[in-house]
């Protein structure tokens, strides 16, 4: 009668499967690529509306802010995420091809690695024999380097995520802006920008496990400083009549 090997017991809410560190971070920085772009575009159509109720100049202005920033994000997110992966590769090449070429000085390699984190000088070699069947290559990338050849990250996604963050972000202020009445624009926009930056300021702290309420407050200060500032200097050029 044969049995079947235990399998591990996976522990609800533990991070077992690899790239969860990853997917939390993309998280984290899809929050903040909407943050940013509730607050750039925020900033710009407000003080706009100090210098004129015009709705055209507003839009102009809000969608120029909204596809500049979204495409500087972009870009920003490609360089990068291109620095990262190109040097992600060619370290994954390096080790495939010191596999490749000199196999028995790797498996000393990993084996004393596995002997520095503690294990004895039998059981690291036994692991590292073990590993080293199974998938040479994932296993000193894991224990040397710290990196998953299916993990690289696509400087495309990364270009695509942040831009598509930001847009979610910057169309919040330009509906507040455009759709109430011209008396209630501005009180609207502020309003509705101080709560949209509370929440991403919640959802990002929740995430990096910080303090929900010292991030909220953080950012909704920064964010309200923000508009109270180019909204005065909305005012005092369209006090000025240079505009």
Avoid: C
């Avoid at 609800?12 to 939390?24: D, M, W």
């Avoid at 000393?108 to 998938?135: F, M, N, W």
């Avoid at 011209?182 to 702290?205: C, D, K, M, Q, Y």
């Amino acid at each position: 009668m044969t049995t079947e090997p235990a399998r591990p017991h996976r522990h609800e809410g533990e991070p077992h499967q690899g790239g969860v560190a990853k997917r939390l971070n993309w998280l984290r920085a899809g929050v903040l690529g909407a943050n940013d772009g509730i607050v750039s575009v925020a900033a710009i159509v407000v003080g706009v509306a100090g210098a004129t109720t015009a709705s055209g100049p507003i839009l102009t202005a809000g969608v120029a802010g909204l596809v500049g920033g979204a495409i500087s994000m972009a870009l920003g997110e490609y360089v990068s995420v291109s620095s990262q992966s190109d040097s992600e590769r060619a370290l994954i090449a390096k080790e495939r091809r010191e596999l490749a070429e000199m196999p028995d000085e790797e498996l000393d390699e990993l084996t004393s690695l596995y002997q520095a984190r503690g294990l004895s000088a039998a059981t690291a070699r036994q692991v590292a024999v073990e590993l080293t069947e199974k998938d040479a290559l994932a296993a000193h990338l894991s224990a040397e380097l710290n990196i998953d050849e299916d993990d690289v990250v696509s400087p495309w996604h990364a270009a695509g995520a942040s831009a598509a963050a930001f847009t979610i972000g910057a169309v919040l202020p330009l509906l507040a802006i455009l759709l109430p009445p011209e008396e209630w624009r501005v009180p609207v926009t502020f309003v509705a920008v101080l709560l949209a930056l509370a929440l991403t300021g919640a959802i990002s702290a929740h995430i990096g496990g910080s303090s929900r309420r010292r991030a909220t407050i953080r950012v909704v200060i920064g964010g309200a400083l923000a508009l109270a500032a180019t909204y005065g200097v909305g005012l005092l050029l369209g006090a000025s009549g240079i505009v």
